[in-house]
């Protein structure tokens, strides 16, 4: 028997049992939605989970004070009107909570758990062109074949820790904020670390500083933050929301970040200080994402209007810490505000206005290492009951570097995206056939179930044109992928984040090799997207190759 004749045979030994239509990675948001579509299109599918169950982002990441920054009803599922009746959402920025409820009710309400298999890590994928199919390897050995092979991993879920020696040394219970325990932690009468002052950590400090004993953060860099305004949602307003639901979709599909939120088209330095400022206040005043997407429309490209805004949200700064010096450390001086995912925060300043908080300038007093007992740093000893790393996510492109993905021929794709991704609308990638990406690199995201929703209909429509035409291969061209990659690259050219060290622009120094920016979102505007995307597929996919 040939090896090749095998190998075939080896295949069909397991087909029974572990071949599918399609598998898709991840069961967040993206894995949800996509599976329900792929169902409704008749096709067999397998969703693996690294998790214990689905949620994705509102499985993992439990730390106190984990909240939504979109508005909850711009967030939710708009798909199914039944959904949307049944439903309530309890407050403006909904909590993690209530958020992993309502995606186990999604999951139940469309009977999804039985297409899912969690505790099952993908570990590699790799393309049988002899079968025209992917072979799926779990982190347990064992492996699964479909057609179609869907990422729908995350763009924030390879979790990091910080590069300090003695990471893994403390005697306490330590935790990161994105693998936080199922059952809540007391940390009544605790000595609490924190390292790390992002997104996360400026969630969890407030929340974490009303119990403790004590909380020390160590903080590498300032972040820019604005409140967030929550408020609870009663009855009677829910109700009110509800019939608004059709409007409120439809303007997120009108705006640049698939918010509510829409610029004002005017430019900062062409009205009076006043009216800027009267602007600006009232932004502050408003909850969500206003002072950064209703904001006026050259903040985020124009040095001069963006430091006058950073001067402004400076001087909230300073109003709402009592301790100049602390609050000269809280005022980022390597970026203007706006310029990375903007933190919404409930008393984060404020926090700092407490006895039992302390902060650290590890730019300062830089921390030599994690000890059994707390933090090391050039300073003193820190001792500690609870250590909580807030270290962030290699964002984007991690989750696709945690596994072996090679196309024909053994083509790997973390070589091939050694220099930053390369795909077409973020949704194919040239020499990787049948693999979609549920809002992969350089599609446009922002207000991110929208981005999801509609990358999930491209992908189902493209599927259904294939089995129209009783196509079952589809792969993307080179010269379209360079063209994707350029419009994506050119979008990023103007704007003030591009030249900004985070997680979008893929810098993460915890992790090896993540010091160059590399250009991770289509940052040209959801509705050009939108249009693009549909372009192509009114246009009978001329950019792609059927077999
Ligand atoms: C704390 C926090 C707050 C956020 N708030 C907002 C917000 O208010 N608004 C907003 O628009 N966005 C927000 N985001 C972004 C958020 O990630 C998205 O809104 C959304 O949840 C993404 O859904 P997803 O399904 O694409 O990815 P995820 O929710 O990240 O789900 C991906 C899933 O894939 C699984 N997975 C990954 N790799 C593998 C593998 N190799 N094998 C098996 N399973 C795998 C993961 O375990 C995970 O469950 C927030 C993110 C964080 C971390």
Redesign the pocket.
């Known amino acids: 028997m040939t090896s090749a004749v095998s190998t075939v045979a080896d295949r069909q030994l397991t087909a029974a049992v572990r071949t599918y239509d399609a598998i898709i ?8 939605y996509q599976l329900y579509r792929l169902r409704q299109l008749g096709m067999k599918v397998r969703v ?4 214990s169950g689905v ?7 439990r730390y106190p004070g ?5 508005e909850s009803w711009s ?1 939710g599922y708009s798909f199914s009107e039944e959904l949307l009746k049944e439903w309530d959402w309890k407050e403006h ?1 909904s909590p ?1 909570p209530d958020n992993l409820e309502y995606l186990n009710l999604v999951a139940d309400k469309f009977d999804l758990r039985r297409d899912m298999q969690f505790g ?4 590699a994928a790799h393309w049988s062109d002899a079968a025209n199919e992917w072979i799926v390897t779990l982190e347990s050995g064992e492996t699964a074949h479909a057609r179609f092979l869907f990422t ?7 979790y990091t820790l910080p590069r300090i020696p003695g990471v893994e040394s403390f005697d306490g219970p330590a935790y990161h ?2 693998r936080w325990p199922h059952t809540p932690v007391d940390f009544t009468g605790k000595r609490v670390g924190i390292i790390g002052t992002g ?2 950590a400026i ?1 969890a400090i407030p929340e974490i500083a009303k119990q403790a004993q004590q909380v020390v953060v160590f903080q590498r860099r300032p972040n820019w933050a604005a409140p967030l305004h929550n408020a609870k949602i009663g009855k009677a307003e829910m109700e009110q929301i509800r019939s608004r639901y059709a409007e409120i979709f439809a303007r997120c599909a009108q705006t640049p970040g698939w918010f509510i939120h829409q610029p004002d088209a005017r430019k900062t330095l062409e009205v009076s200080p006043e009216e800027r400022e009267a602007l600006w206040e009232k932004l502050y005043a408003e909850p969500g994402f206003g002072i950064w997407m209703a904001n006026f429309s050259d903040i985020l490209v124009d040095e001069k209007a963006n430091t006058a805004l950073s001067e402004f949200i400076a001087k909230k700064i300073r109003q709402r810490v009592k301790d100049p010096k602390v609050a000269e450390k809280l005022i980022p001086r390597d970026h203007g505000f706006a310029t990375r995912r903007v933190p919404l925060e409930t008393g984060y300043f404020e926090t700092y206005n407490r006895d039992n908080v302390l902060l650290v300038d590890v730019k300062e007093t830089p921390i030599e290492a994690i000890t059994p007992g707390g933090v090391r740093t050039s300073e003193k000893e820190y001792e500690f009951d609870v250590l909580i790393y807030a270290t962030g ?1 290699d964002g984007v492109t991690g ?1 696709f570097d ?2 072996d993905f090679r196309g024909p021929g053994g083509v790997r794709l973390r070589d091939l995206w050694a220099d930053g991704p390369r795909t077409y609308l973020g949704q194919l990638i040239d020499g990787f056939p049948n693999l979609l990406m ?2 992969g690199p350089h599609t446009a ?5 929208r981005a ?1 929703e509609h990358s999930v209909e491209w992908q189902t429509r493209l599927l259904r044109f294939m089995r129209e035409h009783g196509y079952t291969r589809v792969e993307t061209r080179p010269e379209h992928v360079a063209e994707w990659t350029q419009t994506v690259l050119k979008a990023a050219e103007r704007l003030l984040s591009s030249k900004v060290d985070s997680w979008q622009t893929g810098v993460n120094r915890n992790v090896e090799g993540r010091t160059v920016r590399r250009v991770l979102g289509y940052n040209g505007n959801g509705v050009h997207y939108r249009r693009k995307t549909a372009e192509v597929a009114d246009g009978g996919y001329k950019e792609l190759t059927f077999r």
């Open positions: 990675i991840g069961a967040g948001i993206s894995g949800i693996f989970e690294a998790g949620g994705g982002t509102w499985y993992w990441c984990a909240r939504f920054d979109s967030y920025f993690q099952s890590r993908v570990t729908a991993i995350g763009i924030l879920s390879a904020t994105a997104a996360s969630q996510f989750a945690r596994i549920v809002l995201r922002g207000n991110i179930p999801i």
